[in-house]
């Protein structure tokens, strides 16, 4: 009896002290181990201290994520001999670590395209580098799509690293969407308790060195000078072990919209000021790659203005434009710049003089602004503005030799210049300006009095006119034999003032007119504009492009005329580059 009793005290005694299992890092009992995805910059370097501390600490397990360019031949020779053993796995990253949901869905040019491209290509040379085996995937943030989810699963990755969707463990026929949170220091470095104390609910910890959460080898440097460390890193396994110990019966993830990055934040690089004006440039410059694609240009041309808008696409840069200290993000606003400047080279295209002004100066200053009046994007500087004209669409079909691609002014205390760039422009060897088959008009509210001036446009056959808000007082129309500078009477007439003489470059299809500034003081950014572009003909001009929004684009090119009656008119808007910027 009293041997049972002995024996009933010693299992109470031990069920009582042995810990229930659990994600957090205990000294003793069966704790759970929790998957550790680090993503370094992919400036690092220091890959003899990272095999140095898998050397030291025996026990330790985790994931690296690395992109193609970072698998040089002596980082492989020496983290191989640790994935062999099973302790390193390493994860395929995107080079430059696109933000994916940003490129696919990009309100004004979304090229889904690219996710395939980018992904399938990567893949394939990481697999080159490593061999093929399972590899698992980790997008910039974790942020994911479910557009991308069919992609990633035709792709054969093993699983796939995301937010943390409401706690729910999620899959896409078969492939894990893993659910990790990333550990954020702000203004300090990376400690063993931030490691201790990270395994929560996430199947997945990440150190996302890369995105900023934590700072630039942190993790290397907690290996080789924390005491604590040591105990921690036992707790610690691959992404592939937390997939493999999934239960049965995840939720499918398809249609549950985009998630959550593993910091919690979606737009940390879309929404500050510098972020939203650098996706407004590269929105452009991708727009300018499809209209150029789709007017004819060479292969050649397409394939490297592709390479360069591709390499401005880089997450990294998007975010150092904002989180990063002030030196950096001035780095990364050149480096981006300089890469979509690169897409205009390729295409032999003029550079937009957007692209000239630091981002960071034109996000907080008057650099960039969408015209109430009429739609169209205005950026501005001290002395020169530009607007650009958008696309009406692939329901219109517009012939390049009206469309006004883009309008810039440009002036000083003795000169006001213009310059229209056309979509095309055909070259002329009789015209003196050197292209011909256009009239460019451009019609200027100076004193911003409705009525007070003309609506009419000059030479025009239709009846199209200017809004009586918008009426104009000089007017310029450009052709290949020249510039007539036109100022409007009482009565509403064109009368004529000057004359000037005009230039082309039909390679990159520009127009340009000086005007002296004693024929039009005072500060054009504040004045109205009504660009428009006509096909001269026997007796007149006929209206076939402007510079507006979309909706009014549309309306002009769309309309039809019917045997012996005219086209119903159109009423034009003028621009007006300072008003939102309360000029």
Known sequence: MRRRTLLLWALSSTLLLAPAPTRAFLWFGPARKTALLWVPAETFSDWEGVAAALARHRKLAFTAALSPSMASPETRALLQPFVAEGRLEIAFRVDGDPVLPLIHDHPETPRPQDSLELLSAGLARHR???????????PAGGLLHPDLLPLLRSLDLAWVAGGDDHGQDRAHRGMPLLRCRA??????????????????????????????????????????????????????????????????????????????????????????????AAWRLYGDTARAVSESRNAGAGPKAVAAATASLRSAQSGRLYRDLAHAPHEKAEEADRELRKRLIGVYKALRL????????????????????????????????????????????????????????????????????????????SASSAASAGFEGLVLGTYIDLNHVPGAGSTKLIEILSDDSIVREDAWEAALTVSGWGAALHRATPRGEAVLEHRAASASDTASSEVTVSLPRTKLRGNPALWGWTVTAAEPGEGGTSLRGILAERVLQRRLGGRRTTEGKAAPGVRLNAVRPGKSQGL
């Not at 080159?128 to 980790?138: E, K, M, R």
């Not at 883009?406 to 213009?418: A, G, P, Q």
């Open 128 to 138: 080159q580098a490593w061999g093929d085996v399972p590899v698992g995937f980790a």
């Open 350 to 425: 003029p550079t937009p003089e957007s692209l000239l002004v630091s981002v960071l100066t034109s996000a907080r200053t008057p650099g960039r602004a969408f015209d109430a009046g009429s739609g169209v994007a205005c950026r501005q500087g001290p002395n020169w503005f530009s607007c650009d004209n958008p696309s009406p669409g692939p329901s219109v079909r517009e012939d390049p030799r009206w469309r006004i691609a883009s309008f810039r002014v440009h002036w000083d205390e003795e000169t006001l210049t213009l310059v229209y760039r056309m979509g095309r422009l």
């Open 183 to 276: 550990v954020t220091t702000i203004g300090r470095d990376l400690s063993a308790v931030d490691v201790e104390g990270a395994g929560g609910a996430e199947e997945v910890i990440v150190l996302d060195e890369a995105g900023g959460a934590v700072p630039e080898g942190a993790w290397t440097r907690l290996l080789f000078t924390s005491p604590r460390i040591k105990a921690a890193t036992k707790r610690l396994d691959r992404v592939r072990d937390a997939s493999a110990r999934r239960r049965s019966g995840e939720a499918d993830a398809s249609g549950t919209g985009r998630w959550l990055g593993w910091t919690g934040v979606e737009d940390a690089w879309s929404r500050s000021p510098e972020q939203k």
